[in-house]
């Protein structure tokens, strides 16, 4: 059978960059050249010659399997993963890494929710992981801040097994508290105490001597009135690292999700490539949230992943509405007292829509009234399989370790809502790598 080419992307004007997606039969092959990085991986898929390959690639993904390179890069990539969640950042990550036939280590990750840490490292494979504060792990201080800041003195790991196992790391990966940041946050916004954090990473990075360093935040971190992003820029070159930031968005990357995330990436030995130049060669149609949890529609079991939320009588009344009316937005006089004189929350206790890409998924996905989070053809929320796939999670992907004792409902809504989705995380390290391995 003659192998199908799909092209995701037009050449930029430097025009070895491209991304290529060619079906032969059930493998898809995916051809990436961007920068000095060749990416020619295999990946087999369910169906024959699928008429959209960079989806077909991305379901055998979700479904659990994985790229085969055709000439294994080899050589190892270890990493640090600091405020590392369940391990949403690393997903992306490990698939450029799969794709290159390079292995990636994971030495260490720190974040105080010791749950989240073991669900990481039972899934990546960690070969150390802490609760201990990130701001406990490392003495350093910083001189002025914004563009002129520098370090008044070397940082330095305090922590000694911590110091051992992230000594010389290749990759240091980071996604600092957010909420800070956020724009749902009202009380605090731009001046919480946590949005310091943020400083950690470069200090952190520094202080182990990684060549390569990738940081994630919501957008408005940029609107951060201690400017974190700013210092964080020149802590960086002030120890010779090359710098680029800017924005990433899932569903302009052709992900069914409507997140947006700022990333900051920074590398000593040779410069990353800029972000707008990763999201060009990237760049694709979003697809539809159906595309993504179409077979989940009635999957509903005794599995914490699978369980539908138990809404209160009131917001399943307004979820029946919905339906009933055959509408996406609830109507002001079925919405509780504090908004029918009008809201700007729209989305509020919508409901999603079949062909469109989800709006963000935040950890109040199992809320109606959190967000636009009802179900486009049933009449209940999202389960956490469903987010978890819109965040990029395999289905493989074990949320439960120890299976005597599942995961409440609270804390999957976090560690899924909180996450960054794969597509996201493998765009970020495509601009850190784009020039090779360190050492290479």
């Known amino acids: 059978m003659m192998g199908q080419m799909h092209e995701i992307a037009p050449p930029l004007t430097r025009g070895s960059t491209r991304e290529v997606f060619e079906v032969h039969q059930r493998t898809v092959r995916h051809r990436l050249r961007l920068g000095g990085l060749a990416v020619d991986a295999s990946i087999a898929v369910a169906d024959q010659a699928p008429i959209d390959p960079k989806g077909a690639w991305w379901r055998a993904y979700l479904e659990g399997r994985h790229p085969e390179p055709a000439h294994a890069l080899g050589g190892t990539l270890?990493?640090?993963?600091?405020?590392?969640?369940?391990?949403?950042?690393?997903?992306?990550?490990?698939?450029?890494?799969?794709?290159?036939?390079?292995?990636?280590?994971?030495?260490?990750?720190?974040?105080?929710?010791?749950?989240?840490?073991?669900?990481?490292?039972?899934?990546?494979?960690?070969?150390?992981?802490?609760?201990?504060?990130?701001?406990?792990?490392?003495?350093?201080?910083?001189?002025?801040?914004?563009?002129?800041?520098?370090?008044?003195?070397?940082?330095?790991?305090?922590?000694?097994?911590?110091?051992?196992?992230?000594?010389?790391?290749?990759?240091?990966?980071?996604?600092?508290?957010?909420?800070?940041?956020?724009?749902?946050?009202?009380?605090?916004?731009?001046?919480?105490?946590?949005?310091?954090?943020?400083?950690?990473v470069p200090a952190f990075a520094v202080a182990a001597g990684a060549p390569m360093c990738i940081i994630e935040n919501v957008p408005a971190v940029l609107n951060d009135t201690e400017g974190v992003v700013d210092t964080a820029r020149a802590l960086f070159r002030s120890e010779g690292y090359t710098v680029v930031d800017g924005m990433l968005s899932a569903s302009a990357l052709g992900w069914p999700q409507t997140r947006t995330r700022h990333f900051l990436i920074a590398r000593r030995d040779r410069a990353?490539?800029?972000?707008?130049?990763?999201?060009?060669?990237?760049?694709?149609?979003?697809?539809?949230?159906?595309?993504?949890?179409?077979?989940?529609?009635?999957?509903?079991?005794?599995?914490?992943?699978?369980?539908?939320t138990e809404v209160s009588p009131e917001n399943q009344a307004r979820i029946d509405w919905l339906f009933d009316n055959e509408e996406h937005d609830l109507a002001l006089e079925v919405r509780p007292k504090s908004h029918r004189e009008g809201t700007s929350y729209t989305a509020v206790y919508g409901r999603l829509h079949r062909d469109r890409p989800s709006p963000t998924i935040t950890t109040g996905f199992m809320t109606p009234g959190r967000g636009r989070y009802t179900h486009p053809t049933r009449?209940?929320?999202?389960?956490?399989?469903?987010?978890?796939?819109?965040?990029?999670?395999?289905?493989?992907?074990?949320?439960?370790?120890?299976?005597?004792?599942?995961?409440?409902?609270s804390q999957l809504a976090k560690w899924i809502g909180d996450a960054v989705p794969m597509p996201l995380g493998y765009a970020a390290a495509l601009s850190a790598l784009a020039e090779g391995l360190p050492g290479a």
């Not at 003195?153 to 000594?167: F, L, T």
């Not at 209940?380 to 299976?403: N, S």
């Open 272 to 308: 990353p490539l800029p972000l707008t130049d990763v999201a060009a060669t990237l760049k694709d149609e979003p697809r539809s949230i159906w595309w993504a949890i179409a077979d989940l529609e009635d999957r509903v079991d005794g599995d914490p992943m699978t369980q539908v």
């Open 78 to 200: 270890r990493t640090v993963d600091l405020f590392c969640g369940p391990g949403g950042l690393a997903n992306g990550v490990q698939l450029l890494a799969q794709e290159l036939g390079v292995e990636a280590v994971s030495e260490l990750i720190a974040d105080q929710d010791e749950e989240a840490t073991i669900i990481y490292a039972a899934n990546h494979a960690s070969r150390r992981r802490t609760t201990v504060p990130v701001n406990n792990l490392i003495d350093y201080r910083f001189a002025d801040s914004g563009g002129g800041a520098r370090f008044s003195y070397r940082p330095e790991i305090i922590v000694d097994d911590v110091r051992r196992v992230a000594d010389g790391v290749d990759l240091i990966l980071a996604g600092p508290p957010c909420q800070g940041h956020s724009n749902l946050n009202n009380r605090t916004r731009r001046s919480d105490p946590r949005n310091s954090l943020y400083l950690t």
């Open 379 to 409: 009449r209940r929320v999202l389960t956490p399989r469903e987010a978890a796939r819109l965040q990029g999670f395999p289905d493989t992907y074990v949320f439960a370790p120890d299976p005597t004792t599942p995961p409440v409902r």
